[in-house]
């Protein structure tokens, strides 16, 4: 199978994505697609790899959220697989609001089981599709920003967009 492979500027430096039939695989901070590959699960692994120069709604997507616009980067379709928990909790990350991050403890009882905070973390940590599912939106107890695969300084930069799209949509609303 043979996905394709795109590399985005973005504010926050290079941002890739590697998709497969309009699906996300594997996304995140880098211009160095090996750096997303080992979070793909290996029955989804292409074989291959076509450079592109866009990926429609994906690619835009991306550029709606650098614009102050998060929302259409919950919709593109993302295809990750794991355990039933897991892969429950991708989906609940994507519900998370844009300017409301969740604390780990209250990612793992919107998940469906409150004593999994552990459980929660390690979804975090194993999610492939950054900004389509959007971890970064995860905080410690404390309001500490926590782990982000791709750095503190993306993730607070992330946070810190939300918060303003956030207080623009208030006074829009």
Known sequence: MTAQLLTMATPDGPFTIIARD?????????????ELTGQIHPELLPVAFKTVDGLGAISAAVEAFYAGNPGP????????????????????????????PVTYTEYAELS??????????????????ALFVPCHRVVRTDGTLGGFRWGLRIKE?????????????????
Do not use: I, Y
Not at 22 to 34: F, I, K, M, N, P
């Open 112 to 129: 469906g089981n409150a004593k999994a905070v552990r459980a929660a973390a390690s979804a975090c940590a194993f999610n492939a599709a």
């Open 157 to 173: 930069s992330l946070l810190a967009r939300e918060k303003d799209t956030d207080k623009d949509a208030l006074r829009a609303g």
């Open 73 to 100: 980067a919950m919709s593109v379709p993302v295809l990750q697989k794991s355990g039933p928990f897991r892969a429950h909790a991708w989906d609940v990350l994507r519900t998370v609001r844009p300017g409301a």
């Open 22 to 34: 309009g699906a996300v695989l594997a996304s995140g901070w880098t211009a160095d697609a090996s």
